[in-house]
């Protein structure tokens, strides 16, 4: 049990679609970073957010875009789906920013999306 | 160019063989330096944490290094076993840590 989950497990959407993956963190954990990780790739960071504030955002167009509760839970939205967006997607939280900078983060056992 | 490389891609051993894993990275401006490993369709699990200020972490049979100086971190496997199959992943901590830059990670078998 790592404390972090993620919904749904296995999603497939059609090319144009829009998306919306969900995490949930541990009570406390207000910090959450979003990863996307093609076939045979390692995970690429997506964005993070730090206390409901978007705190870095790596290489991914506007479409790519994220939310996070009060509750510790995130979402990570996906406008206008292309092919090239079926991967896993993994979601890492952690207590606080500092704190994920000793203790590394928490990952869920991520969703996999498969655009057709 | 990749910011995080790992070699080799694939590894096969026969169960009981000690083995390294190799991590290089390209920015010296590391804060730490992470270990996962992943197994087929899973989320990544954490290994072993290293600071930049610090040389290496054990963990039971796993002892991750750090050479800042080199760009290099090793994860040493000792008396592997087919349990240990699996995928392992290292990810170098920015200073501001906001983010994890990932290598494409090590496929590793252990055959019985």
């Known amino acids: 049990e790592t404390g972090v989950t993620q919904s749904p497990t296995h999603l497939i959407k059609t090319r144009g679609q829009q998306v919306t993956l969900r995490c949930s963190s541990q009570s406390g954990h207000n910090t959450v970073s979003w990863y996307q990780q093609a076939l045979g790739q390692g995970p690429q960071f997506i964005f993070q957010?730090?206390?409901?504030?978007?705190?870095g955002r790596g290489n991914f167009p506007p479409r790519f875009s994220g939310l996070q509760f009060p509750n510790y839970s995130s979402e990570l939205n996906v406008n206008a789906l292309e092919l090239d967006d079926s991967a896993l997607y993994l979601c890492?939280?952690?207590?606080?920013?500092?704190?994920?900078?000793?203790?590394?983060?928490?990952f869920g056992s991520g969703t996999r999306l498969t655009v057709v | 160019k990749q910011e995080v490389t790992q070699i080799p891609a694939a590894l096969s051993v026969p169960e009981g063989e000690n083995l390294v894993l190799n991590c290089s990275f390209t920015?010296?401006?590391?804060?730490?330096l992470q270990w996962f490993r992943q197994d087929p369709g899973k989320g990544l699990t954490s290994l072993l944490l290293?600071?930049?200020?610090?040389r290496e972490q054990t963990s039971g049979r796993l002892n991750a290094s750090l050479d800042k100086s080199s760009g290099r971190s090793t994860l040493y496997i000792a008396a592997s076993q087919p349990g240990d199959s699996a995928t392992y992943l290292c990810?170098?901590?920015?200073?501001?840590?906001?983010?994890?830059?990932f290598g494409e990670g090590t496929q590793l078998t252990v055959n019985p």
């Open positions: 957010y730090y206390r409901e504030e978007e705190n």
């Open positions: 290293i600071q930049s200020s610090q």
């Open positions: 890492a939280s952690s207590l606080y920013l500092r704190i994920a900078e000793i203790n590394g983060y928490t």
């Open positions: 920015d010296s401006a590391i804060y730490n």
């Open positions: 990810a170098k901590g920015e200073t501001s840590g906001s983010r994890l830059t």
